[in-house]
């Protein structure tokens, strides 16, 4: 096993917002994620502006100062698929509330709010939350480089038996 690897992380990718046009009426879009050199993504949703995607990416974690980088594209069949914006992930303040140990908490139990500023890509403030025995951060992520749209995401911490794990990890 990779003695830098921390655990996993699942990435819920849920849905789109108010996407950019990039076709004739609509777009195709999907979704990219990128953490160092692991590169996954969502099915396409055809014809959509407000896409669904309720799609669950597992990404290895060995840095949780490295953002996760998001990036939306609309699908095209005779030509190079056209970006629809870009948005990162910043796990260090999910990291803070895994890293507080709690635990039998109320489901739905707010554990920290985060506010959107101008080093992150919330649209709205995002919480942390205690949800069947774990944290969970849903957040909705201003698309960058591009007119508008807006993507829902979740995050949710895997332990791995033998891997670090986020308790001795220096934010």
């Known amino acids: 096993m990779d003695d830098s690897l921390l655990g996993l992380l699942k990435l819920r ?16 879009p999907y979704v990219v994620v990128n953490i160092g050199d692991q590169k996954l993504k969502t099915s396409v949703v055809k014809n959509n502006c407000n ?3 309720n799609e669950e990416l597992t990404l290895s974690i060995k840095d949780v100062k490295t ?10 069949t005779f030509s190079v698929d056209d970006k629809m914006g870009d948005a990162d ?19 739905g139990c707010s554990v920290k709010r985060v506010q959107p500023d101008r080093t992150n890509c919330l649209a709205d403030e ?3 939350i205690w949800h069947n025995g ?24 895997v332990d791995i038996p033998g891997c670090k794990g986020l308790s001795q990890v220096e934010l």
Do not use: F
């Open 13 to 28: 990718i849920k849905r789109g917002i108010n996407l950019a046009i990039r076709d004739a009426r609509a777009s195709d």
């Open 51 to 53: 896409p669904e995607w």
């Open 67 to 76: 953002p996760i980088h998001l990036t939306v594209y609309d699908k095209d």
């Open 89 to 107: 992930i910043d796990l260090k303040p999910y990291v803070q509330c895994m890293q507080m140990g709690l635990n039998q908490l109320p489901n």
């Open 126 to 128: 995002s919480s942390c």
């Open 134 to 157: 774990k944290i969970i951060q849903e957040m909705i992520l201003r698309l960058r480089n591009v007119e508008r749209g807006e993507v829902v995401v979740e995050i949710e911490w």
